[in-house]
């Protein structure tokens, strides 16, 4: 699939088919992840893959939607703000390295037919409870992993004129 299509067609999948994601595929996806740019190539994140089997009634803490845990698997992306590297009035980049990594992923996944969905909207604490986060990790953002049962629908944009000023 060219870029340009990937990134058009890319949506928020919110239904899953139950077939497995295959194993290659899901290198492949974690590989974009990993290859994403971050600030001084410090890479201050990580990635965490549920298999949902068996554990959805847990990941319904994390986020209570029924699709939420429909799909085989669940990935979450943390940031790890010890790793990462901090601007002079001090930003951290962390949180920002693992949204990069995050879009890689959504967008590879796209591209070989897999679908997604975004989660910010979910409960921290669960988060750390039920993946058993260590103090270091900071979940930043989730989304089911799997084929789509859902069909795609153009999305409203706002438009360039809006987002965009040139000087």
Known sequence: MEFSEVIQKRY????YASKPVEPDKLNK?????????TAAN????????IKTEGRQAELKRIYGREWFAQAP????????KDEAWVRKEGKNYAEVDAT???TH????????????????????AAARDVLKLSAGLEPVAFTPLGY???????????P????????
């Open 73 to 80: 698997l669940v990935v979450c992306a943390c940031g790890v």
């Open 29 to 37: 996806i974690l590989e974009a992840a990993i290859l994403a740019p």
């Open 12 to 15: 928020s999948v919110r239904a």
């Open 105 to 124: 992923l959504l967008l590879a996944a796209h591209d070989l037919g897999l679908g997604t969905c975004w989660i910010a909207a979910f409960d921290p």
């Open 160 to 167: 360039a004129s809006e987002l965009i000023q040139h000087m």
């Open 100 to 102: 990069i990594a995050f």
């Open 42 to 49: 410090r890479q201050a994140f990580r990635l965490i893959v």
């Open 148 to 158: 789509p049962a859902d069909k795609w629908k153009p999305k409203k944009r706002r």
